[in-house]
């Protein structure tokens, strides 16, 4: 495809603290919430380090959501990563690879930041983030190519968002995502793809989807192209099919996970038992 057609505005209007980094195909957005600064050589900034790096090492995790944490309290780091649903296991760990080191890159000293490429989010905070509904930061990204029959095209996205909606929202706590097209006006398909991290229970999906569906019209009314993106879930859609059939979602991990936040024993902080403070918090 052109890269001209595919040219991305990047709307402030909606979004605070978002920054369009590198130039496509492959770009990089992200937000440092710029709230709160850790200082460097701290316990935060090592806990930190060593929790994002050990993120895509994690061969437990087969279905593109990560979501785990590393530290003791007050210094504890958490961290999200969430693949695209049609996106494959190496691309995958290797994009969830490259936007821990980017992330720290881009936001240096940052508490709390989150980023996106195409495949995959990532998120980290000082406080937990596991389960928790997140609509802000908030970025939408549109096509400018322009519709012709704008109304009977609205009306064939909102109808196909919705249905994505409902099933991403219906969808297991290791995936929460779907595909779908229509055909809309003047021969034109419309693809659309909606996902939420599945940590969120299908209510919150749903709201978070329905919120994000809202911005659409401020974003990219009349527009053949437009995405939403915020921590807990987005959406996309286009007039061309860019998304893979869906990957099946490989057989749950064998080992139920280990209590949420169980804390580590007390006065052990040698490497090894270090690294058994790494908690998975998904299941
Ligand atoms: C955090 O650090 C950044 C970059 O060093 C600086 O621009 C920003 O003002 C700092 N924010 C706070 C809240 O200290
Ligand atoms: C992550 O990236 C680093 C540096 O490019 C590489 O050495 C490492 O093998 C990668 N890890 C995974 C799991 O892809
Ligand atoms: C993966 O799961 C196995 C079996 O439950 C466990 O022993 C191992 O520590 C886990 N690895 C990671 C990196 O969590
Ligand atoms: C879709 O699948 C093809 C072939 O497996 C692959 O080359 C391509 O990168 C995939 N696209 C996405 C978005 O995963
Ligand atoms: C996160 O860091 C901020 C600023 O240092 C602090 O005020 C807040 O209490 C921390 N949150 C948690 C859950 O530790
Ligand atoms: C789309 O329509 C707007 C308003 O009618 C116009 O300003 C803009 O140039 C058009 N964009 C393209 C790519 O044709």
């Given at each position: 495809?052109?890269?001209?057609?595919?040219?991305?505005?990047?709307?402030?209007?909606?979004?605070?603290?978002?920054?369009?980094?590198?130039?496509?195909?492959?770009?990089?957005?992200?937000?440092?919430?710029?709230?709160?600064?850790?200082?460097?050589?701290?316990?935060?900034?090592?806990?930190l380090n060593i929790l994002?790096?050990?993120?895509?090492?994690?061969?437990?995790?087969?279905?593109?959501?990560?979501?785990?944490?590393?530290?003791?309290?007050?210094?504890?780091?958490?961290?999200?990563?969430?693949?695209?649903?049609?996106?494959?296991?190496?691309?995958?760990?290797?994009?969830?690879?490259?936007?821990?080191?980017?992330?720290?890159?881009?936001?240096?000293?940052?508490?709390?930041?989150i980023g996106w490429y195409?495949?995959?989010?990532?998120?980290?905070?000082?406080?937990?983030?596991?389960?928790?509904?997140?609509?802000?930061p908030r970025l939408a990204?549109?096509?400018?190519?322009?519709?012709?029959?704008?109304?009977?095209?609205?009306?064939?996205?909102?109808?196909?968002?919705?249905?994505?909606?409902?099933?991403?929202?219906?969808?297991?706590?290791?995936?929460?995502?779907?595909?779908?097209?229509?055909?809309?006006?003047?021969?034109?398909?419309?693809?659309?793809?909606?996902?939420?991290?599945?940590?969120?229970?299908?209510?919150?999906?749903?709201?978070?989807?329905?919120?994000?569906?809202?911005?659409?019209?401020?974003?990219?009314?009349?527009?053949?192209?437009?995405?939403?993106?915020?921590?807990?879930?987005?959406?996309?859609?286009?007039?061309?099919?860019?998304?893979?059939?869906?990957?099946?979602?490989?057989?749950?991990?064998?080992?139920?996970?280990?209590?949420?936040?169980?804390?580590?024993?007390?006065?052990?902080?040698?490497?090894?038992?270090?690294?058994?403070?790494?908690?998975?918090?998904?299941?």
């Amino acid at each position: 495809m052109e890269s001209s057609r595919l040219l991305y505005l990047f709307l402030s209007v909606l979004i605070g603290l978002v920054a369009f980094t590198t130039a496509q195909p492959e770009f990089f957005l992200h937000s440092c919430y710029n709230t709160r600064n850790y200082t460097s050589n701290s316990v935060y900034q090592s806990n930190l380090n060593i929790l994002l790096s050990s993120l895509s090492s994690n061969i437990n995790i087969t279905y593109g959501f990560y979501s785990l944490s590393f530290g003791q309290d007050p210094d504890r780091a958490y961290a999200i990563a969430l693949c695209r649903g049609d996106v494959l296991l190496d691309d995958c760990r290797s994009c969830v690879n490259d936007s821990a080191r980017r992330i720290l890159q881009d936001c240096p000293n940052q508490k709390e930041a989150i980023g996106w490429y195409d495949n995959c989010m990532i998120r980290y905070s000082n406080k937990s983030i596991f389960g928790v509904m997140e609509d802000w930061p908030r970025l939408a990204l549109l096509n400018v190519n322009n519709v012709t029959s704008i109304d009977q095209f609205n009306q064939v996205l909102r109808t196909l968002m919705d249905r994505l909606r409902s099933e991403a929202s219906s969808g297991s706590s290791l995936r929460k995502f779907a595909t779908g097209e229509a055909p809309g006006p003047d021969f034109l398909t419309i693809y659309a793809l909606a996902q939420c991290t599945p940590d969120l229970s299908g209510q919150q999906c749903n709201d978070c989807l329905d919120q994000a569906a809202g911005y659409i019209p401020g974003c990219c009314n009349g527009k053949i192209g437009g995405r939403v993106v915020t921590p807990s879930c987005n959406l996309r859609y286009e007039i061309s099919r860019f998304y893979n059939s869906t990957v099946p979602l490989p057989s749950p991990p064998p080992q139920p996970t280990p209590p949420l936040f169980s804390p580590p024993p007390k006065g052990m902080r040698t490497h090894a038992i270090v690294v058994s403070q790494l908690i998975f918090l998904s299941f």
